[in-house]
Structure formats: structure tokens, C-alpha cells
């Protein structure tokens, strides 16, 4: 065919999928006016308020209590805070409210997430499954210390080795890992990483519910496998397309271009190029749009040949409802009702809706049904709850909108008594008055308002009231009434979500300060790690010296002797002056260790740290002497430990001992197997006597020092076997994967040497496998301490995500 009839079918054939993609939009439009139309309609005849009424007479017969001095006082001395999960959860089962507040919760989310109908016996079969699992998992040890927290990787891997997608966990948790470090300052990354998280999560529980306990694991771990893959590649869309284009991260015509890239993607079913970038963002944007499009390819290749438009039209229908929704302003005082929630509807209940169309799921009998309907009260909810924020950031929603133009403007709709016939619409409407859809419902939207007021105080909270709920002072009076006085309203997610939040501020604050740390504790201990030539002394020792200090000043990260500070100094309370001998003598025996590694008789290597190694500057016997001097260095740093107590120094010294001829020994067993081919067990063996023991002296000495208990010096000693070996596997990984300008010393050298390697074992992925293992196991370790240690968290993740 002729070029020219190429490019003028492409364009015919661009011309037909933006028909079709407007065409979805324009129905998606038309249905949900027919919604809107529908909801002011109960509005205006205010029919919704004696339902209401009613309902909530049925509900508080289960949430409002009789008054009574006793059980306020009992419960107020022993109900603790929420913000513990695990410890609430076990208060609640303690008092017998657990089962009827996660079925609450479960109820909801199987409602929210799943467009499921309450009233199934299939459904509520499934709920009381979860709720099992739920309780089994937060009520298996009264010990909650022992708990990891909700954002753990060792819990992800954990459940992922379950099922059997071990590879699935890792390839996201790395992506996980990208993400945030390549967040923009001016998005909420917590939030935006909890959205990501959510979305991950909500996509393996659609899956989750397609299956039974008849479904063979292989088939569960493959569609496992899948789910982990496309809910990140979806979820994505949320921080890298949502929330940037919703931040100021970049500027109105980068905005632009950005929106028209995604546009003609989702036309075309083909991610374009960047082209010439016009904005200062070239580097981010790169990243993302090469983020973006394997997502984008990856979804477009998981669908069935009959699912695929369909997925294209309702992500285009979505995008575009948030197009228009974020083109509004709030300086613009003509926009109509319908302008204000049409977009909202579609955009809220699409967002769902393209859960299903993404897994190519069969066909569920009144699913996108009640999703349509359903997606408004939850927008509501989270507008009402955001919109403090959302007027700071000049945002439009209905109740931004409304608090601004509400007296110039009598035909503005109220969005929140709009909020109630929502309620009123999905009880008895959608849901056909179910018993426990009334309860859900109602308990979600009390609790909304009990979080509110506690989050504004109570003279906030009535001015707001006054402005949103003085039009309807009968339903008003009930609902404040509830608010005052329901108990039991509470929901697990909202809890889970607080605890993500806190848990990811709290990450990056630890992520920070570990980075700090290792920062300003190097350069302490680069200082004071050169060894001084007094006058006078001897030509050949002098070379010696300078032959160490060359060794020394490689661009080494130090990590054994920051190790030994940190725990010493912050864990331990030591004097940092006193435990410098410590540190320098961990550094000078690691150092000669290094030396007498790179000897020609041994890996005969030729850079290190970046530099040319020692017997490369000078000679091999100046090398091996040097090794020697700096060992016999270190034990006299040791023995000058003098503010400790002289039997812990003795003991330190005997341990350091053992430990470097263990060392000695590995370094023994490694060059005895050159060229051989090893078992697993051999390499984690060699592995650990060469780097697994360092850790674990550069934790156990101070431990030493500090005279702590047996218990906790067996979980030291856990937890550096298994980042120790973690740490090798990562070199090995580094070493096959990795460049010399970025390692500081070339790489493959073990595959040029024929070395065996958990890489030519047990290749890449299995190396990732195992690596994650005993990342794991480490993890384990740390939950299993008296207390929480974070600098060492930081360090095993920093093991498992360097670059070099």
C-alpha cells in the first residue's frame, strides 16, 4: 500500500476510536443525568427525609444504649486508642463487639469495592470468610510487638509465598520502591502511595472473590500472579496521572501536552512518544511516561480480544470525566448543577467500574449497576471530609463551590442534604431496603460525622452544620442526635487507612533520618579513621601508615562502624568518645580483610572502592604487611576501650577473636571453591563466615559492651546472618546485573572467574527469591527484639534496593 494510504487510513481509523470513545462518554453522560435527575427530584419533595427518619429509628436500636455511669466508666478506663490496630481489634473481641464490627467493615468494603449485593447468600458466605481470616490474623498472639506493621514488605512477601507469586511481590515492591522516590515534592506522596497501595489491594480482592477453595493453586497463583501486576499497572494512573495533573507540579502547558499524550493513548490504544517536551520536568516526565506505558501495554495485553474495547472506552470515559471536572474554577460562578455532578458521577462510579473491565471479569448480575449508583455517595463523602483542603487549594467540588457561591446562587444544590437522598436512593432503591445495607450505610455516614467533629472541635463542627444541614432541621436534629450519642460506628478500613497514613510519614521521616545518619556518622568516622605519623618515626613503618591510611581512604560505606554507633550510641546510650576505638578497630579489621582479598593469590582483583588497589599501587608483600599492621591495629583500638567495664572488654576481645578466624576460615572456603560447583547450603555458609559475621560483630560487640540479655543478642545474631546473606546476594545481583563505573570495581568478575554465585545457581529470579527470603527472616528478627529498632529497617531495606 502506498505510504500516503497508510497514514490516511491511520487517520480514518484515529477518526472512528475518538467517535467511539465520545459516543461512551455521551451515554455515560445521558445515564447519569437520568441519576441526577432522579436524586433532585427525592430532593425537592424532601421524600427521602421520612425514610430516613425511619431508618434511623430502626438502626440506633443497635447503636444507642441506655445511659448508664458504670458502663461509660468501665469502658472509658479500658477501650484503647484506635490508632493500634491490632491492640483495639483485641479490646473489641474482649468485649464482644469484634464479630459485628468486622462484619460492619467487611460488609462494606464487599459493597464499596466489589459492587456486591448484602443480602446474597454467596456474599455473606464470602464476608464471613474474610472476617475469619481477619480475626485469625489480628488475634493470633496477645504480643501485637511481634506484629509487623500493615505496610510491611516481610508481610507482602510472607503472603506471597503462600500463594505461591514470589516473583509478582518482588517485581512490585521494587516498583513500589521507584515510586516513591520519584514522586514529585509537590504531591502528597503519603497519600498518593496509600491510593497506589489501595487500588493494588482493592484489584487482588476482585480476584480474591472469583475464586473458591475449589480452585486449583496453580490457577489462584496465575491469577494472583496477574492481579499484582495490573492493579499496580492501574493504580499507577492515580499518582502519575490523577494527582499530577491535579498538582503544581507541573505548569498549565506542560499540563496540557501531558493530558493530550494520555488522550490519544487511550483513542489510539497506543502510548505516543514524548516528543520535544516543552517544561523543565524532562527527567520526571521521562520516567513516568515509561512507567506509564508498560502499564499501558500490559493491561492492553492481559485483554480478552472482546474485553479490549470495552476497557479502552470506559478509561477514556473516566479520563475524561476528570478532564472536565479539573477544568473547572473556582472563580467561574455560572456553572450549572448538572455541571457540577455529572462529572462526578461518572468519573466516581467509573473508577470502579474499570476494576472489572481491567481483569476482563465475566459479566456479575447487577454489579455495574449498583457501582453506578453507589460511586456519588462515596465522592460525596470524601469531598465533604477533604474540604478544608480542597478550598486552601482552590479545588472545585460541590461543597467548595457551594460554601462559595451559596448566597449568590438559590439554585445551587446543597451537596450535603444531596448526600442524604443519595443514602436514601441506595437503601431503598438499589439495594431494595436490605436490613444490613441500612446498617452499613447508615454506621458509615454517622461515623464520617463523628470523625469530622472530632477532627474540627465542637464550635467548627456546629458552624458547619448550620451552613450544610439548617435546610432540612427535622432529618438534622435525628442525625446529630446519632452523632452524639451512636456507638459502635466505627469501621476497620478507616482504621487501616490512618495507620498506612502514619505508617508512610512515618517511614520517610526514619528514611530521612537513616540517611543522615549514615551521612554525618561517616564523615565522623572518616576522620577518625587516618592514623597519624608521630615524629620520628621509622622509614618503613611510615610506609606502612601511608599504605593504610591509602586504604582507608577509599570511598567505603562504612556501614559495620556506623552499625556499631547506632546501636552503641542510640540504642544503647553509650558516649560516643568512648566507643571510637570500637569503631575504628571494626573498620581496620574490615579493611585488611579487603586487602588480603584483592591479594593476586586470592581474587587478584584490581579495583576497589573505586580506586587501584593497594598491591596495584605498591607491591603484594607491601599489601600483605599493611593487612597485617592494621589487625594488630584494631586490637589495640579494642584493648583501649577503657570506660567499659574490663570484663565486657575481655569478653569483646575473645569474641572479636573467634570471629575473625571464623572470617579467616570463610575466606578459606570461598577460594577452596573456585571453579566448583556449590550447593546452596555451602553458599549461604561461605556467605555468612565472609559477610554475615561482620554484621553480626559490628552489632554484638556493642551488644557486648552494654551487657545485653541472651534473648535479644540471639535476635542480633538472627538478623545479621540473614542481612548478611542478603548482602551477598545483592553483590551477586550487582555483580551480573551491574556496571564497574557504578560498583566502584568491575563487574562479572565471578562468571570471568567461574565462580559459583547464588546468581549461577539458582539464576537472577531465584536469586531475587532467595534474597527476599531471608530479607524476610531478618525481618523477623527485628519484630522479635524488646523494641523497635528503625535504623535497622532502613538497613536492610537500603541492603536489598542499592545500586552498588
Known amino acids: 500500500m502506498h505510504p500516503m494510504n497508510n497514514e490516511l487510513a491511520a487517520v480514518q481509523l484515529s477518526f472512528r476510536h475518538e467517535d467511539r470513545a465520545n459516543q461512551a462518554y455521551v451515554q455515560a453522560e445521558q445515564k447519569a443525568a437520568g441519576y441526577f435527575a432522579s436524586l433532585q427530584e427525592q430532593l425537592a419533595a424532601g421524600s427521602h427525609v421520612p425514610l430516613l427518619a425511619q431508618d434511623f429509628q430502626i438502626w440506633q436500636k443497635h447503636h444507642v444504649q441506655p445511659f448508664s455511669w458504670l458502663s461509660l466508666l468501665v469502658r472509658n478506663q479500658r477501650k484503647p486508642d484506635s490508632k493500634d490496630v491490632h491492640r483495639y481489634l483485641q479490646w473489641l473481641d474482649a468485649a464482644g463487639k469484634l464479630d459485628s464490627y468486622l462484619d460492619r467493615s467487611i460488609s462494606y468494603i464487599f459493597m464499596r469495592d466489589l ?78 502511595q496509600r491510593k497506589l497501595l489501595k487500588i493494588i489491594l482493592g484489584v487482588i480482592l476482585h480476584v480474591d472473590d472469583e475464586m473458591n477453595e475449589m480452585t486449583p493453586a496453580d ?89 479490549q474495547q470495552t476497557f479502552f472506552d470506559q478509561a477514556y470515559v473516566f479520563f475524561q470525566s476528570q ?57 460525596l463523602a470524601d469531598d465533604f471530609a477533604d474540604m478544608n483542603e480542597d478550598m486552601q487549594a482552590g479545588a472545585v467540588t460541590p461543597y467548595t463551590y457551594y460554601l462559595k457561591y451559596r448566597d449568590l446562587r438559590p439554585d445551587l444544590i446543597n451537596p450535603y442534604e444531596l448526600y442524604w437522598a443519595v443514602i436514601a436512593y441506595l437503601i431503598h432503591e438499589v439495594y431494595q431496603s436490605d436490613p444490613k445495607t441500612r446498617e452499613v450505610i447508615l454506621a458509615r455516614a454517622v461515623n464520617g460525622l463523628k470523625r469530622c467533629k472530632e477532627r474540627l472541635g465542637q464550635e467548627e463542627y456546629d458552624k458547619l452544620m448550620h451552613t450544610f444541614a439548617s435546610g432540612q432541621p427535622e432529618l438534622n436534629r435525628l442525625v446529630q442526635n446519632m452523632v452524639r450519642k451512636a456507638n459502635d460506628v466505627d469501621f476497620l478500613d478507616k482504621l487501616l487507612r490512618d495507620e498506612v497514613v502514619a505508617h508512610l510519614r512515618a517511614d520517610k521521616q526514619e528514611k530521612e533520618e537513616f540517611q543522615q545518619t549514615i551521612r554525618e556518622v561517616r564523615e565522623q568516622i572518616n576522620v577518625e579513621l587516618q592514623i597519624t605519623k608521630p615524629a620520628g618515626t621509622p ?35 553509650m558516649n560516643p568518645s568512648a566507643i571510637v576505638p570500637l569503631l575504628r578497630s571494626l573498620e581496620y579489621m574490615h579493611t585488611a580483610s579487603l586487602i588480603f582479598d584483592d591479594l593476586p593469590s586470592q581474587d587478584n582483583a584490581d579495583v576497589r572502592r573505586g580506586r587501584s588497589t593497594l598491591h596495584q599501587v605498591h607491591n603484594s608483600a607491601t599489601a600483605e604487611l599493611t593487612g597485617l599492621y592494621l589487625i594488630q591495629r584494631a586490637i589495640g583500638e579494642q584493648s583501649s576501650l577503657e570506660r567499659f567495664d574490663p570484663e565486657a572488654v575481655l569478653s569483646l576481645i575473645r569474641y572479636s577473636a573467634e570471629k575473625a578466624e571464623d572470617m579467616c576460615m570463610g575466606q578459606a572456603m570461598d577460594l577452596n571453591s573456585r571453579g566448583k560447583m556449590l550447593t546452596l547450603e555451602e553458599l549461604n555458609m561461605i556467605s555468612f563466615y565472609k559477610t554475615g559475621l561482620a554484621f553480626e560483630a559490628a552489632l554484638v560487640m556493642p551488644a557486648i559492651l552494654a551487657k545485653v540479655d541472651e534473648r535479644e543478642m540471639a535476635c542480633l545474631k538472627k538478623f545479621a546472618y540473614h542481612a548478611g546473606i542478603a548482602f551477598q546476594i545483592k553483590d551477586d545481583l550487582l555483580d551480573h546485573e551491574g556496571e564497574s563505573s557504578v560498583l566502584g570495581k568491575p563487574s562479572g568478575q565471578d562468571a570471568k572467574n567461574n565462580n559459583s554465585t547464588f546468581v549461577s545457581i539458582l539464576g537472577s529470579d531465584g536469586a531475587q527469591k532467595q534474597m527476599w527470603e531471608h530479607f524476610y527472616s531478618a525481618s523477623e528478627a527485628l519484630d522479635e527484639m524488646s523494641k523497635p529498632v528503625p535504623f535497622l529497617k532502613h538497613l536492610l531495606d537500603y541492603i536489598v534496593g542499592r545500586e552498588r
Open 323 to 379: 478532564e472536565t471536572d479539573r477544568a473547572k474554577t473556582l472563580s467561574n460562578a455560572h456553572y450549572t448543577n448538572e455541571e457540577l455532578y455529572i462529572p462526578i458521577i461518572i468519573k466516581s462510579s467509573s473508577s470502579r467500574l474499570i476494576v472489572r473491565s481491567v481483569l476482563s471479569s465475566p459479566l456479575d448480575e447487577g454489579f455495574d449497576l449498583r457501582t453506578f449508583y453507589y460511586g456519588i455517595y462515596n465522592q
Open 539 to 573: 622509614e618503613m613503618k611510615a610506609t606502612l601508615i601511608d599504605a593504610a591510611n591509602y586504604s582507608l581512604q577509599g570511598d567505603g560505606k562504612r556501614l559495620r562502624p556506623i552499625l556499631t554507633w547506632v546501636m552503641g550510641v542510640r540504642e544503647y546510650g
Open 219 to 307: 490457577e489462584r497463583a496465575k491469577r494472583f500472579d496477574a492481579a499484582i501486576r495490573l492493579g499496580y499497572s492501574y493504580g499507577l494512573t492515580y499518582p502519575f496521572i490523577d494527582d499530577l495533573l491535579d498538582s503544581q507540579a507541573l505548569n498549565a502547558q506542560e499540563k496540557r501536552q501531558y493530558s493530550e499524550l494520555i488522550r490519544e493513548a487511550l483513542l489510539t490504544g497506543q502510548v505516543p512518544e514524548i516528543g520535544q517536551w516543552k517544561g523543565t520536568n524532562v527527567s520526571m516526565i521521562r520516567y513516568v511516561h515509561a512507567e506509564l506505558r508498560e502499564a499501558f501495554e500490559y493491561i492492553s495485553h492481559y485483554q480478552k480480544n472482546e474485553m
Open 115 to 192: 459492587g456486591k449485593a448484602l443480602h446474597s447468600p454467596d456474599t455473606r458466605q464470602r464476608i464471613d470468610r474474610v472476617i475469619q481470616d481477619t480475626k485469625k490474623y489480628f488475634l493470633s498472639t496477645n504480643d501485637t510487638r511481634r506484629k509487623p506493621g500493615l505496610v510491611s514488605p516481610a508481610l507482602f512477601y510472607r503472603w506471597g509465598k503462600k500463594e505461591k507469586v514470589e516473583p509478582a511481590v518482588i517485581w512490585v515492591m521494587n516498583k513500589l520502591k521507584r515510586v516513591a522516590a520519584n514522586l514529585p515534592k509537590e504531591l502528597d506522596a503519603e497519600q498518593a
